[in-house]
């Protein structure tokens, strides 16, 4: 059974810091591109992140360049996002997504992440 | 403000067909394929379609998808009450380098 299990999320102040965590099992994790994708309250879903299977490539929204840096570990399965500079605007639960264009498409429950003061 | 332009919602009675448009340009529709979603609030999303008319395995043949040029359509046959939900296109920002997803459709059956 495919698994992504995210963690890390909470309330956060503004201009602080968190880790996102996504614990992964059930596939074939160092052969995926694996993303965050992200919905703030009443909002649709927003792309964040993806990074290549070894690594290599990262790609990020524009509105979170310089702020946030997503990396995995393949020996652990497990992809991170690390957020600083957060914004309230950031709020919002945070998917982590198993190749985002399929056909294996896999995605996590989600954690959310509240900016506030 | 969306790259890609869904509208915000369809409906239509139980059994009945509606349509989702998505309309982008040539730097993602018009340059890579199109991917769908249906997705519940507080739940995960799901792909419903992939490379414009692909269903991965287990989406019933009530769904498709299709496209030309610049715009995809999403198609739901049979509607049921479970099919509820906000659906999303998303596919590929050359010119952006980046994901990117429309606005998303709140899908009811009325």
């Known amino acids: 059974e495919v698994q992504l299990v995210e963690s890390g999320g909470g309330l956060v102040q503004p201009g602080g810091s968190l880790r996102l965590s996504c614990a992964t099992s059930?596939?074939?994790?160092?052969?995926?591109?694996m993303s965050w994708v992200r919905q703030a309250p009443g909002k649709g879903l927003e792309w964040v992140a993806t990074?290549?299977?070894?690594?290599?490539?990262?790609y990020y929204v524009d509105s979170v360049k310089g702020r946030f840096t997503i990396s995995r570990d393949n020996a652990k399965n497990s992809l991170y996002l690390q957020m600083s500079s957060l914004r309230a605007e950031d709020t919002a639960v945070f998917y982590c997504v198993g190749k985002i264009r399929g056909p294996d498409s896999y995605w996590g429950q989600g954690t959310l992440v509240t900016v506030s003061s | 403000q969306s790259v890609l332009t869904q509208p915000p919602s369809v409906s239509a009675a139980p059994g009945q067909k509606v349509t989702i448009s998505c309309s982008g340009s040539s730097s993602n529709i018009g340059n890579d394929f199109v991917s769908w979603y249906r997705h519940l609030p507080g739940t995960a999303p799901k792909l419903l379609i992939y490379e414009n008319n692909k269903r991965p395995s287990g989406i019933p043949d009530r769904f498709s998808g299709s496209k030309s040029g610049t715009s995809a359509t999403l198609g739901i046959t049979g509607l049921q009450t479970g099919d509820e939900a906000d659906y999303y296109c998303g596919t590929w920002d050359s010119s952006l380098s980046a994901w990117v997803f429309g606005g998303g459709t709140k899908v009811t059956v009325l």
């Open positions: 059930g596939f074939t994790f160092s052969t995926y591109w």
């Open positions: 990074i290549k299977q070894d690594g290599s490539e990262m």
